[in-house]
């Protein structure tokens, strides 16, 4: 993470707001705080956050109204949902209105910050994601396992590349069907679990670590062992 880097907290509980505060301007950050959904939306212009950590449940207007109102708007910059509730549906509905990602609460910082410098990297456009020995480039959509070259098709490549950006997280099957697929409960998470299949086949040959991990009924992570 760039030092300077400018983030705007929306969070109504003060103790956490303040936490995210001293731990992220800990981390070289500009923080500004807001403690209700109008104050937040009003700030956005005059910071110009490079990313917005914001909370659903606010006094005023909702997390997911201010997200609303910031895309149509055409405000592209990144933000991570912060939510109570842990419901597939809750965490989808905010993916489909724009979120770039989310946190249950209670959450560790080093999760967060972990999420945060996945979503600043992608915005600066960086082209090589590497995982040990993998190497996905998301300007050519070249992908490399050691020495060889991995051929994979369109669905294929767009999977692992969300998988890529998000080393060792543990995606569920509803979040990779949102971010992959863009699509919600239209369709059952099952397509999940066949593309992966056929990425393992490409990715994972005889004799080499394994790096596409399933997490039994949640989903998958991409890390070593």
């Known amino acids: 993470m760039k030092p300077g880097t400018r983030?705007?907290?929306?969070?109504?509980?003060?103790?956490?707001?303040?936490?995210?505060?001293?731990?992220?301007?800990?981390?070289?950050?500009?923080?500004?705080?807001?403690?209700?959904?109008?104050?937040g939306l009003k700030a956005a212009a005059p910071f110009d956050p490079?990313?917005?950590?914001?909370?659903?449940?606010?006094?005023?207007?909702?997390?997911?109204?201010?997200?609303?109102?910031?895309?149509?708007?055409?405000i592209k910059v990144p933000v991570i949902m912060l939510t109570a509730r842990s419901t597939p549906l809750d965490k989808v509905h905010s993916l489909d209105l724009g979120a770039d990602d989310y946190l249950t609460k209670?959450?560790?910082?080093?999760?967060?910050?972990?999420?945060?410098?996945?979503?600043?990297?992608?915005?600066?456009g960086?082209?090589?994601?590497?995982?040990?020995?993998?190497?996905?480039?998301t300007a050519t959509r070249e992908v490399r396992r050691g020495a060889r070259k991995v051929d994979l098709t369109r669905r294929e490549y767009d999977l692992l590349e969300f998988m890529a950006t998000?080393?060792?997280?543990?995606?569920?099957?509803d979040l990779l069907l949102s971010r992959v697929w863009r699509q919600g409960y239209s369709m059952d998470?099952?397509?999940?679990?066949?593309?992966?299949?056929?990425?393992?086949?490409?990715?994972?040959?005889?004799g080499e670590s394994k790096l596409i991990q399933t997490i039994r009924g949640v989903g998958y992570a991409l890390r070593e062992g």
């Open 106 to 124: 209670p959450f560790s910082m080093e999760e967060l910050a972990a999420r945060i410098r996945a979503l600043l990297r992608r915005v600066d």
């Open 7 to 39: 983030v705007l907290v929306v969070e109504d509980d003060t103790y956490i707001a303040r936490l995210l505060k001293l731990q992220l301007e800990h981390r070289h950050m500009r923080v500004r705080c807001e403690h209700d959904g109008p104050s």
């Open 126 to 137: 960086e082209e090589v994601l590497r995982v040990a020995d993998l190497e996905v480039n």
């Open 189 to 206: 998470t099952s397509i999940v679990d066949v593309y992966v299949s056929y990425l393992r086949k490409k990715i994972d040959l005889p």
């Open 50 to 74: 490079e990313l917005i950590i914001l909370d659903i449940m606010l006094p005023g207007m909702d997390g997911a109204a201010i997200l609303k109102e910031l895309r149509q708007k055409g």
């Open 166 to 173: 998000n080393p060792r997280r543990v995606l569920p099957r």
